[in-house]
């Protein structure tokens, strides 16, 4: 059981990119109770938090993000987005997305972001 992701590809540095992920249908009904969060891991590094946001609309970014992205869920359509702007060769990585709720968790496939200088 995964969680799709989508959006992701080759920018050159300050682009943008909108990444979308929808929920496997096994959690739709419960969907507003998870937490959902974009993770990352480029090559040789740990996988880290870029956002995460709460049922109510709470988020939390990585320090990094500096106010160039902007994390978003409709609970109606089972959907997390990741709006990204400003983007650096330093965002390159692949992006995971996160359902977590208590001990569960569900991740997505990855989506390759790369970013050019």
Known sequence: VQ????????????GSLRLSCVAP???FSEFITYVMAWYRQ??????ELVASITRDGIRNYGDFVKDRF???RDNSRK?????MTGLKPDDTAVY???????????????????VSS
């Open 3 to 14: 969680l799709q992701a989508s959006g992701g590809g080759l920018v050159q540095a300050g």
């Open 25 to 27: 249908r096994t959690i």
């Open 42 to 47: 480029a090559p040789g590094k740990q996988r």
């Open 70 to 72: 902007t994390i978003s």
């Open 79 to 83: 959907t997390v987005r990741l709006q």
């Open 96 to 114: 995971y997305c996160n359902a977590e709720r208590g001990t569960t968790a569900f991740w997505g496939q990855g989506t390759q972001v790369t």
